[in-house]
């Protein structure tokens, strides 16, 4: 009975060392689920989402991210905008970009908008009439971040209503 338990606990102690050492290994390969190579541009992930308003315009919230390998840079991409329906009120109606980078590893951290950290985040918000709010930059991650989550909410105050739509990569 006794040599029964030792079996069942070798077993979980090689199941909890080979998930470390693949997790150790895989630190320097893109942990990031990849989209292929568009019209030979870099690979990237990407995410989208979007809410309705009454009037049958859209508010959009997008997201894009090259991929990298662990403790590189990135160029990335956000978008919060609204599509159809009459144009956005000058000084009335406004779209705010907000980004959050979300590092996931052995201590990991990522610099963006200026700042380093796990996690961080920048907005940008427009009120000018203008139907969207876009953001841009490069993303840098330690050595020891082997992802990063991209989130992208758009938030809208537009015909009346107010709106929140989020989407990640």
């Not at 030792?6 to 693949?22: E, F, G, Q, W």
């Not at 406004?94 to 963006?112: C, E, H, L, Q």
């Not at 990063?148 to 929140?164: D, F, L, R, W």
């Amino acid at each position: 009975m006794e040599g029964n338990k030792i079996v069942p606990a070798i077993r979980r102690y090689a199941t909890v060392a080979a998930a470390v050492a693949a997790l150790t290994m895989g630190a320097a390969a893109p942990a990031l689920a990849v989209e292929g190579p568009g019209a030979g541009g870099p690979e990237k992930v990407s995410g989208s989402n979007w809410s309705g308003f009454s009037n049958g315009a859209r508010l959009n919230a997008e997201i894009w991210i090259e991929t990298w390998a662990s403790g590189g840079c990135a160029d990335w991409t956000s978008s919060a905008f609204i599509t159809s329906g009459s144009n956005p009120v000058s000084g009335h109606d406004w779209i705010k970009n907000t980004t959050k980078f979300d590092p996931w590893g052995v201590s990991p951290s990522v610099t963006a908008f200026g700042q380093s950290g796990d996690p961080i985040q920048g907005s940008w918000t427009n009120n000018n009439g203008s139907r969207g709010s876009y953001m841009s930059g490069s993303l840098c991650t330690n050595w020891r971040t082997v992802g990063v989550t991209g989130y992208e909410t758009a938030t809208a105050y537009y015909n009346g209503q107010t709106k929140v739509v989020t989407a990640s990569t």
